[in-house]
């Protein structure tokens, strides 16, 4: 079979093309703070894969024959017998993104002082585990920390460090384990179907709630097909079932996997925990058929998650992202191996080494790939991770300082993918002249959204 993306483009949205004089304009009066930008003001958006994917022409034709009824829709019964055939749980429950369900299952779950353990929570999931007075505890395992070396399954979680924990004296604050398929945190890395097996027995051993979050499960599917061993035959679909099987219920955001611009999902098996979240949900999202979605966002997403596991799609797409790393390697930028599947993330400490992380290095190179090329993207590093003092002084950083390339599914071509390579290699040829960021307004929270800064 030819690498290529298994479908063909029908409708097409003119992008952005800017000069090097306005986008240095444009992002000095953001502050530097690219989430500042308008659309118009980006050619090739790397920002995220949430909510920015292409619909295909059946998820067009179902919505516009959606029911939008209150109570009860077609649309809703639709949404539910796909989710159900995916994931066999029996309380189905559409919420409109990813921390809605977070926030209804974590609040049905979770009392304050409770621990949540997890292979690595993304940050709404941690602030939605906080907001709750709880502990967010990360337990990602060893291989995950070395971002040269191929391993194929660095995002699962530390077994010996979850066994330890459970059978500890925090056991009794432990109230759930959530497992985060692929590991967005952790570089975009998948979770093995062993690793899965291994937590949920241990949650099982020690009563403990196995939850997944869920956002990326085909695409972790489609990891384990291709690297785990005694996976080769089962379809994407088939490990994604079983993935679901091994959990008391999951969380997900449905703008990655479900390929819509919104929605999400909490689904589950108990019934009183069933219950707590739907009264939850009616009061603060939605009534129980809808959460929060219209009824083409419960038809889009119905085809969507039919869509999502084809394995020639999910081939491509793997196949794209694989490249785009191939790309910024041949270019001289060291990339967390091996590439992932929604993003590749980019080792700017590597790159910028005359950079200390009080100069935000990735923050540095996500700018310049803006500067030099119109692309947005999103620094992990000191400025997002690290603590600060008033003044937007480093205390202390992260190990690591690197900057995300998410793609949006089936919105970008080869020769887009080819484009952003060649702005990394005009970066790459003087990167000793990429300069520093100072922060001249450090907001209290959520940081990375608001704060404003200043080149060196
Ligand atoms: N969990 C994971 C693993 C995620 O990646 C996200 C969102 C969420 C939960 C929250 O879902 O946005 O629908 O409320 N990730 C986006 C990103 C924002 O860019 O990685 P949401």
Known sequence: MPLMEPYRIKVVEPIPITTPEDRHRW???????????????VTIDLLTDSGTGALSAAQQAVAAGADETYAGASSYYRFREVVSDLTGYNYIQPVHQGRAAERILFGSVLRPGMISVSNTHFDTTRANVELLGCVALD?????????????????????????????????????????????????????SMANIEAASRLCREHGVPFFLDAARFAENAWWVTQREPGYADWTP???????????????????????????????????????????????????RTYGGLAGRDLEMLAQGLIEVTDPLYLRARA?????????????GVSIVEPAGIHAIYLNAKRLLPHLTASQFPGHALACELYLQGGIRCVELGSLYLGTLNERGELQSGPPFELVRLAVPRRVYTQSHLEYVGEVLAQIAKHPERVPGYRMTHVPKLLRHFNCRLERM
């Open 27 to 41: 992002l000095a009066a953001t502050g530097y703070n690219q989430f500042s930008l308008r659309s118009e003001q």
């Open 237 to 287: 679909r088939q490990v994604a079932q079983r993935a679901f099987a091994l959990a008391d219920g999951c969380v997900a955001s449905l703008k990655k996997d479900g390929i819509v611009h919104m929605g999400g999902l909490v689904a589950v098996n108990d019934p009183e925990l069933a219950e707590q979240c739907e009264m939850l949900c009616i009061a603060t999202e939605g009534f």
């Open 319 to 331: 196949d794209a992202t694989r490249y785009l790393g191939s790309l910024a390697k041949a270019a």
């Open 139 to 191: 337990l990602p395992c060893e291989e995950a920390a070395d971002l040269d070396s191929a391993e194929p399954f660095k995002g699962n979680i530390d077994l010996a460090r979850l066994r330890q924990v459970l059978a500890g004296p925090d056991r009794p604050r432990i109230g759930q384990v959530l497992m985060t398929i692929t590991n967005n945190g952790g570089g975009g890395q998948p979770v």
